[in-house]
């Protein structure tokens, strides 16, 4: 904002024109100012929503994409995810889907002896 010391006008403005402009903003002003009421009530209601967590305490939620339970971020290269991705799209799954069907069809095998899983792979017993 400039301060009215600094202020310096080259031109007059007219008489009708200057009411109208004053009539204008103060119009905006007032709707601004009821919008902005506005929105403050929405975001204290959005703050206000409460989930419940496993544990039994609350947390607010957020509508952010990154804080969806169950949610999971994992680093692969960019080859692995390319060829990850042409394997589920050729079976019309998404990826997604994929990595679900895939670890639980893992944990059948290791449930059912077929194979272990250490840190350097899966073996397979058969």
């Given amino acids: 904002m400039i301060p009215a010391s600094k202020k310096v006008s080259f031109t007059e403005v007219p008489a009708g024109l200057n009411s109208q402009l004053s009539q204008t903003f103060s119009t905006a002003e007032e709707e601004t100012s009821e919008a902005a009421v506005d929105t403050a009530k929405e975001q204290e209601k959005t703050s206000l929503i409460k989930t419940v967590t496993k544990s039994g305490e609350k ?68």
């Fill in 59 to 126: 947390t607010t939620s957020s509508a952010k994409k990154n804080d969806r339970p169950g949610q999971i971020n994992i680093c692969l290269p960019p080859e692995i995810k390319t060829e990850w991705k042409l394997l589920f799209t050729k079976n019309n799954v998404n990826i997604t889907q994929g990595i679900i069907f895939a670890v639980e069809h893992l944990k059948n095998e290791i449930e059912n002896g077929e194979a272990i899983l250490t840190v350097g792979g899966v073996i397979s017993k058969k």
